[in-house]
């Protein structure tokens, strides 16, 4: 799928580039609960929705990605700024750990589309909600 396929691509893109750091918590009190203020304010926080314990992030009116490995059933919901979208369909990436999927109701706002070609050097800011780490996801191939 063509969603799949680019937002693989900008991640991948960012990955490799340059030098690292990242906050890691788990359970509380180390955990953040609030959106970020400051040079982080409005960077993605705001457009993630909670899919059973997880994450999902729409990407589209009636779209959003989550990570393949939480499965996930039709008419299970995403609760997006407080309202209920119900999944109606899956498109499992094949060659990596996402999954998009669509909503019956449209959502308000969405993530944009990165359409640059300048990573290297920018900061990236992403968001999570997992568990304790387990075992490794690979792909069909043995690829981690």
Known sequence: MRGCVLAVAVFLALAGQ????????????????????????????????????????????HYFVTAKHLGGAVGQ??????????????F?????????????????TWAPLYTGNQETGKTVFLTGCGTARGAPVRTNEGKL
């Open 77 to 90: 919901k995403l609760i997006y700024r407080g309202k209920a979208y119900t999944s109606i369909q899956s």
């Open 18 to 61: 340059g030098k690292s750091s990242a906050i890691i918590t788990l359970e509380p009190p180390g955990r953040n609960l609030s959106p970020p203020t400051g040079e982080f304010a409005g960077c993605g926080w705001e457009l993630t929705g909670k899919w059973g314990g997880f994450l999902g992030t729409p990407i589209a009116p």
């Open 92 to 108: 499992p990436c094949l060659d990596n750990d996402l999954a998009v999927w669509q909503v019956a109701e449209e959502f308000p």
